[in-house]
């Protein structure tokens, strides 16, 4: 049991550093496309690789937060940050990459927050929509505001509808009886793919006629 138990907190570690790398990635890029030295380059990607993270803890009465605790996750941020420094150019040619990790990103975080919550209060939806979804968008809004952008949450393609709907199908597997493996990983890729499909269809909610 104890063998299980940490498999699945490596699992869960493992993922969370994933996502926080690809956020970091998006921020990193949004500091260069604003022209940002390479201070604020980090600093960006750091906000938006962990941001979420931290106001979910913080929500959820964890204190130090896992992101500050853990050097592990400066550690990635920071890496992520100078490696699109030195990187921009090569990549220049695809900047859809910074809407594809962002998509990444958004799967993976949407399940950590809401294995964060289970973990904590058991499987209780509204306490796991929540945590999925700060987890989820509290960087990429916090991303977009030190830009002086709109966040793309409130205006682009499927974003927080893709993650609720990763919740939901996270939910309804935990409550079959899956183990959060076997649940994590489905949730993840369908929660990235309806943002890809989004993106690339147009996929959009209804909007008001003005």
Request: net charge positive; glycine share 10%.
């Amino acid at each position: 049991m104890s063998d299980q138990i940490s498999a699945i907190q490596l699992l869960i570690q493992s993922l969370d550093l994933v996502g926080t790398a690809a956020f970091a990635i998006t921020g990193a890029l949004k500091a260069i496309e604003h022209k940002s030295d390479i201070v604020g380059i980090i600093i960006l990607a750091t906000i938006t690789g962990v941001a979420g993270g931290v106001l979910r803890d913080i929500t959820f009465g964890t204190f130090p937060p896992l992101a500050i605790s853990n050097p592990l996750y400066a550690a990635t941020t920071i890496s992520a940050g100078v490696a699109m420094f030195f990187l921009y150019r090569v990549i220049q040619k695809h900047w859809n990459l910074l809407l594809k990790f962002d998509a990444i990103g958004l799967g993976v975080f949407t399940v950590i927050g809401s294995t964060f919550a289970y973990q904590i209060v058991g499987l209780n939806f509204l306490a796991m929509a929540f945590a999925g979804l700060i987890t989820a968008v509290g960087g990429g809004i916090l991303r977009d505001v030190f830009v002086k952008e709109m966040p793309i949450v409130f205006v682009k393609e499927l974003y927080a509808t893709a993650s609720f709907a990763g919740i939901v199908l996270f939910f309804c597997l935990l409550s079959v009886g899956l183990d959060l493996y076997s649940a994590a990983v489905p949730s993840i890729v369908s929660v990235t793919l309806l943002r890809l499909l989004a993106m690339k269809y147009g996929w959009n909610l209804p909007r008001p006629k003005i």
